[in-house]
Every structure is written in structure tokens, then in C-alpha cells.
């Protein structure tokens, strides 16, 4: 099954640092789209990162966590 990796708001990191460990961690992730994913955490409280597999979304959820960010999966599709 395929799983979103949820990136949550936190008030202990910068924003160029999020953006920074997006694009380290998530395989294929633009510039433009680290920052949107960054912008729509910070103004609603979590965004997704990416939807993937199980396994991988929990490795970038790992990854994510590993770097000090607030990460989460769910279902693709979830309410969480």
C-alpha cells in the first residue's frame, strides 16, 4: 500500500534548514517544491512531502526525523 510522508510545523528549526534536509532526504524534490512543501507545513500545520510505498515512506519518515523535523505517514488518502 501506498503511504503519504506528512511533514508537520515545528517551531525549532528554519526554514531554510527544512528546506535543506527536503531536498537532501526526498528523491526527486525541486527546490520550488521543498519550499511549497515547507511554506504549507508552516501556514497549516503539516504537508505532504510524498507518497510512496510502505517501506520507502517510512524510510523518509525516518530520514526526515533523523534531520530534528516532525514527519508522519499515513494512507495516501488519510484524514490524519
Not at 512531502?49 to 520507502?56: F, G, K, R, S
Not at 517510512?58 to 526525523?65: F, G, M, V
Amino acid at each position: 500500500p501506498r503511504r503519504a510522508v506528512l511533514l508537520h510545523n515545528d517551531d525549532v528549526n528554519r526554514r531554510e534548514y527544512v528546506v535543506q534536509v527536503l531536498l537532501k532526504v526526498v528523491d526527486g524534490m525541486s527546490m520550488d517544491d521543498a519550499i511549497q512543501v515547507m511554506s504549507e507545513a508552516h501556514q497549516y500545520g503539516k504537508a505532504v512531502c510524498i507518497v510512496a510505498p510502505q517501506p520507502d515512506a517510512e524510510d523518509y519518515c525516518e530520514q526526515l526525523r533523523s534531520h530534528g523535523l516532525i514527519a508522519s505517514i499515513q494512507p495516501q488518502g488519510g484524514k490524519n
